[in-house]
């Protein structure tokens, strides 16, 4: 079974600072299978990025995805308001076909 | 537009079951794979598993193997989740999901979520 580890847990930022989150797999991973997700209180999670560097439609380019070995990193260039949340990294392993979540890091203001 | 519209809010007593139904439109149904989450009050994403509106074959989480029960509805283009033997932790927001464009592993598309409380 993979584990996804994110850290670190909370992320206290400044508007227009960067911000840049970590998530570990505890086995290799295929970068295709990597997810990440942004969610505010009270909504669904948004789909940012997947295949590990692919934005989702309609997702401002200040967010980025990109992975080295069993390390994928969420970079936001330049924090904007609506950016402080939960973010959530996500993979599928194939056999059996199994989805799972990172636990998460809140990126909060400063 | 692909639209997820869940079921309402749901209370059940410890021991009970729960269905919740997720209507999906916007799309061709039998297309994509539909997948459930939930999140229990103040914690994180949890994956439970995932039905084929195709054939009807099922994937669960091991978790909740002999506890869950997906289906679907090829004439009313809707997925149900069924979860039994109810207890308090089961209390979480439930949401139905599908990605977001073939080939990807990325959930595009959530339904609004249903909020499940087990509480006697």
């Known amino acids: 079974e993979i584990v996804l580890t994110q850290s670190p847990g909370t992320l206290s930022l400044s508007p227009g600072e960067r911000a840049t989150l970590s998530c570990r797999a505890s086995q290799n991973v295929s970068g295709s299978y990597l997810a990440w997700y942004q969610q505010k209180p009270g909504q669904a999670p948004r789909l940012l990025i997947y295949?590990?560097?692919s934005r989702a439609t309609g997702i401002p380019d200040r967010f980025s995805g990109s992975e080295s070995g069993t390390d994928f990193t969420l970079t936001i260039s330049r924090l904007e308001p609506e950016d402080f949340a939960v973010y959530y990294c996500q993979q599928y392993d194939s056999s059996p076909p199994v989805w799972s979540f990172g636990p998460g890091t809140k990126v909060d203001i400063k | 537009q692909v639209q997820l519209v869940q079921s309402g809010a749901e209370v059940r007593k410890p021991g009970a079951s729960v269905k919740v139904s997720c209507k999906a439109s916007g799309y061709t149904f039998p297309s994509y794979y539909i997948h459930w989450v939930r999140q229990a009050p103040g914690q994180g994403l949890e994956w439970m598993g995932r039905?084929?509106?195709?054939?009807?074959?099922?994937s669960y989480a091991q978790k909740f193997q002999g506890r869950v029960t997906m289906t679907r509805d090829t004439s009313t283009n809707t997925v149900y989740m069924e979860l039994s033997s109810l207890r308090s932790e089961d209390t979480a927001v439930y949401y139905c999901?599908?990605?977001?464009?073939?080939?990807?592993?990325?959930?595009?598309?959530w339904g609004q979520g249903t909020l499940v409380i087990v509480s006697s």
């Open positions: 039905v084929n509106p195709s054939g009807g074959s099922t």
């Open positions: 295949g590990a560097s």
């Open positions: 999901a599908r990605v977001n464009r073939p080939y990807s592993y990325g959930y595009g598309y």
